[in-house]
């Protein structure tokens, strides 16, 4: 079987984009290959986080793994910071890579923008997300393509390591779903849905109630000619609503033109309403059901040991092969 590795930060209610564009394509990939699953909650301490919320984030994340069809009878699902491996290689990698190519990365620039200076781990933390990858041995890497520069990053330290110190890691690979890779705001078209937006109405969280969903999208921007077509380029609002559509639905985008040819963005809109809100429910039923539930903590901690078990076997093949003592 293959090894898929992935992650999602536990830093608030997670959006339809971080759903549709990366943790779904999660529930496929455990049924063909080993599956880890990881709440990266070392990563969302690059910026300054409340203990509290940390701890309840952390947890939610974990459950809406579940929610939304992890099965931990077929995948690992852990938090990042029970296994201590993930901090350990990302300082080997830190010590492999250049200040050149982490400043290059588009997410350090765009998270740094118009400040003075910058927490260092927000510098140095795709290091950390290429030792969260390679501890397991990974082939693919299901993400959205916004990480696509931070799994090249990726491959290029494994190739490094393995051209200096011998065959360690595997250069994992990138998947990308073809509908849904990337659901965009829906207050500006042209940027990636993103729970930093200010607009609470720019995106829909998995967690949002009826009410919201249907302002959110009623709201949405679009364009002045009425007609239901995908062209991103020229309707870049109707196009992403397309996607989500087609993404949530399972209908395909020419079979949904079709659909609403001639009818305008009102139906369209209030039609759209429905298929996200019918499918947001079904997952809000689990969610509720999980996350005050004693099993919850029970399959971190079991998934805690499953990874610790392959992390430390990565950990003493690279020792080993930098020349480090091992007793």
Same mark, same amino acid.
């Given at each position: 079987m293959k090894r898929v590795f992935s992650g999602v930060q536990p830093t608030g209610n997670i959006t339809i984009g971080n759903y549709l564009g990366a943790i779904k394509q999660f529930v496929t990939y455990q049924e063909d290959n080993d599956?880890?699953?990881?709440?990266?909650?070392?990563?969302?301490?690059? !910026?300054?986080?409340?203990?509290?919320?940390?701890?309840?984030?952390?947890?939610?994340?974990?459950?809406?793994?579940?929610?939304?069809?992890?099965?931990?009878?077929?995948?690992?699902?852990?938090?990042?910071?029970?296994?201590?491996?993930?901090?350990?290689?990302?300082?080997? !990698?830190?010590?492999?890579?250049?200040?050149?190519?982490?400043?290059?990365?588009?997410?350090?620039?765009?998270?740094?923008?118009?400040?003075?200076?910058?927490?260092?781990?927000?510098?140095?933390?795709?290091?950390?997300?290429?030792?969260?990858?390679?501890?397991?041995?990974?082939?693919?890497?299901?993400?959205?393509?916004?990480?696509?520069q931070h799994l090249e990053l990726t491959r290029d330290l494994a190739m490094r390591f393995n051209n200096r110190f011998g065959k360690t890691f595997v250069v994992p690979e990138y998947k990308e779903q073809k509908v849904g890779a990337r659901i965009m705001s829906l207050d500006e078209p042209t940027s990636k849905m993103s729970k930093s937006n200010p607009n609470e109405h720019s995106r829909i969280c998995l967690l949002d109630p009826p009410n919201k969903v249907k302002k959110s999208l009623m709201r949405s921007t679009t364009d002045s000619d009425m007609e239901v077509r995908f062209d991103p380029e020229n309707k870049a609002g109707v196009s992403n609503l397309l996607t989500i559509y087609s993404a949530f639905s399972g209908l395909s985008i020419k079979d949904l033109e079709k659909k609403y040819e001639g009818l305008g963005y009102g139906t369209f809109k209030k039609e759209l309403v429905v298929v996200v809100n019918d499918s947001l429910a079904e997952i809000q039923d689990k969610y509720n059901k999980i996350i005050d539930s004693p099993e919850l903590l029970e399959v971190l901690k079991t998934g805690a040991d499953r990874a610790r078990e392959v992390a430390s076997a990565t950990m003493d093949r690279v020792k080993k092969n930098m020349g480090f003592v091992t007793l």
């Open positions: 599956a880890f699953y990881c709440v990266v909650d070392l990563h969302s301490i690059t !910026l300054p986080q409340d203990p509290k919320e940390l701890h309840k984030n952390s947890l939610s994340v974990a459950a809406m793994y579940m929610a939304v069809g992890l099965d931990p009878s077929k995948c690992t699902i852990f938090l990042q910071s029970s296994v201590k491996e993930h901090a350990e290689l990302g300082w080997f !990698l830190q010590c492999m890579s250049s200040t050149g190519e982490l400043s290059r990365m588009t997410q350090f620039k765009d998270k740094s923008r118009g400040q003075e200076s910058a927490p260092t781990g927000l510098f140095t933390y795709p290091t950390l997300m290429a030792a969260d990858i390679l501890l397991y041995d990974t082939n693919y890497v299901p993400v959205g393509n916004d990480q696509k």
